[in-house]
């Protein structure tokens, strides 16, 4: 079993940063992408970010230029790195890692439980 947990939200000002990290583990053999989502009251969960196992990121283009993803391989430790939030930025975040558990062996999804962030004055 892999476990995916996630920390670092809050409650912040428009213009403010927050550093989310989210940190797996369990039967791990090894991790390919990690992944940021979020999901607003009301709308539907949207990918914001994503990194590979070599380190090729993607982002949403809601916060290009604002968001940054990092992920340290040796603690299966993904982070995304919010900067100049807004009101709009406000969502449950979530981290995703598509793991591999046995030589061989398919990949799995998992899921993390989710950090709540809220951007207001």
């Known amino acids: 079993q892999v476990q995916l947990v996630e920390s670092g939200g809050g409650l912040v000002q428009p213009g403010g940063s927050l550093r989310l990290s989210c940190a797996a583990s369990g039967s791990i053999l090894g991790i390919n992408a990690m992944h940021w989502y979020r999901q607003a009251p009301g709308k539907q969960r949207e990918l914001v970010a994503t990194i590979t196992y070599t380190g090729n990121t993607g982002y949403a283009d809601s916060v290009k230029g604002r968001f940054a993803i990092s992920r340290d391989n040796a603690k299966n430790t993904v982070y995304l790195q919010m900067n100049g939030l807004k009101p709009e930025d406000t969502a449950v975040y979530y981290c995703?890692?598509?793991?591999?558990?046995?030589?061989?062996?398919?990949?799995?999804?998992?899921w993390g439980q989710g950090t709540q962030v809220t951007v207001s004055s």
């Open positions: 995703n890692a598509v793991v591999r558990t046995v030589v061989n062996g398919p990949l799995y999804n998992y």
